[in-house]
């Protein structure tokens, strides 16, 4: 299968780099999702394949939903090891950045990792790559997930034969969770010959979907029900809609990373709403996640809002006002927007 977004060229010139090294870091963004850690274990799968010694790194660490994927334990947390880190960093001859654009979406192994001199390749699928930041940059905002470029990588550099099953299904989980299980951002067909391609490899797609969506605990289930009944405001003249949790809150329902995945997608199953806000509490800031439908660009708004960024209809932003500033900053934003929302 061909694919118009995989310039060949590009590849061509990876397998060069390859060529010369042979401890390579594979790094992710912060709070990594299904699409980070899938893309960054079927890259470190194929980069054994030829012969290499992947490390993967993760800034903080990720949602227990993903702790059944093979590999993961290998995985190391830049937050709790850094010294260890960093010692692995500074003796990789090349670092591959998957599934973020910019070096500051590494949070604070970004500045650690832009002072050091191997050469940094980029395979990601958001738009507004930091280009100058890497020697090449594999980046196709075309693609529905960075899982999904980095399999036509492997079958590019000739090692799709050598993929194991749970190589495959790091894939499949990438794709699978950034479109919100076939929901979003997967109009093109080539999306769904590759899933095709995947299903030949015998993973059970069903078994996949439990691991994730269905792996959560009763006090996340409290939580979502606590979201929805009593944190969810509608906002009807500007057909949007937002769920905010304070850091109290999440600490009352034992909050863990990942327990919050999906709450944002809510609101958007009600009538006339096409754009919805998560906001939560940290100990360091807010964090934004927005999803909307139709024509509106959620990535330019957290863009210019929130300085944050993502897809035209999911991207997320931070705050560093309080909370409750906060939720009064988004208002005052979407009030910007009314006459684009009311067109979508």
Not at 282 to 310: A, Y
Request: net charge negative; hydrophobic share 40%; aromatic share 10%.
């Amino acid at each position: 299968m061909s694919v118009p977004f995989i310039i060949y060229e590009q590849v061509d010139k990876f397998r060069r780099l390859l060529q010369d090294v042979q401890r390579i870091a594979i790094l992710t963004h912060v709070n990594p999702d299904g699409d980070a850690i899938g893309t960054s274990l079927a890259l470190a799968h194929c980069l054994r394949a030829l012969g290499k010694e992947p490390t993967i790194f993760a800034p903080n660490p990720f949602p227990a939903f993903l702790h059944w994927l093979t590999g993961v334990e290998d995985i190391v947390i830049y937050k709790h090891a850094t010294t260890k880190a960093r010692a692995i960093l500074n003796q990789s001859e090349m670092i591959i950045c998957v599934d973020f654009n910019s070096l500051a979406r590494l949070d604070e192994m970004g500045e650690y990792i832009r002072q050091l001199p191997a050469p940094r390749v980029l395979i990601d699928h958001h738009p507004n790559p930091e280009e100058e930041a890497f020697v090449l940059c594999l980046s196709k905002v075309e693609a529905c997930s960075s899982a999904e470029v980095v399999y036509h990588i492997i079958k590019e550099l000739g090692l799709a034969s050598s993929l194991t099953l749970p190589a495959v299904e790091a894939i499949y989980t990438g794709i699978m969770t950034d479109t919100n299980n076939f929901l979003n951002n997967c109009n093109r067909p080539d999306t769904f010959r590759t899933v095709a391609e995947l299903l030949e490899y015998g993973i059970a797609k069903d078994r996949l979907y439990e691991s994730v969506y269905n792996n959560y605990t009763a006090q996340r289930m409290r939580m979502l029900g606590y979201a929805l009944n009593d944190k969810m405001v509608v906002l009807p003249e500007y057909r949007t809609a937002y769920i905010a949790l304070s850091r109290e809150e999440l600490d009352r329902f034992n909050f863990q990373p990942g327990d919050t995945e999906g709450f944002v997608n809510y609101p958007l199953s009600i009538k006339n709403v096409v754009l919805s806000c998560f906001l939560s509490e940290n100990t360091e800031n807010i964090r934004l996640s927005f999803r909307s439908t139709g024509s509106f660009s959620v990535n330019h708004f957290s863009r210019v809002h929130f300085d944050g960024g993502g897809h035209l209809n999911a991207a997320g932003g931070t705050s560093t006002l309080s909370l409750d500033e906060t939720i009064a900053a988004f208002i005052q934003s979407v009030a910007l927007y009314k006459d684009e929302l009311a067109a979508v």
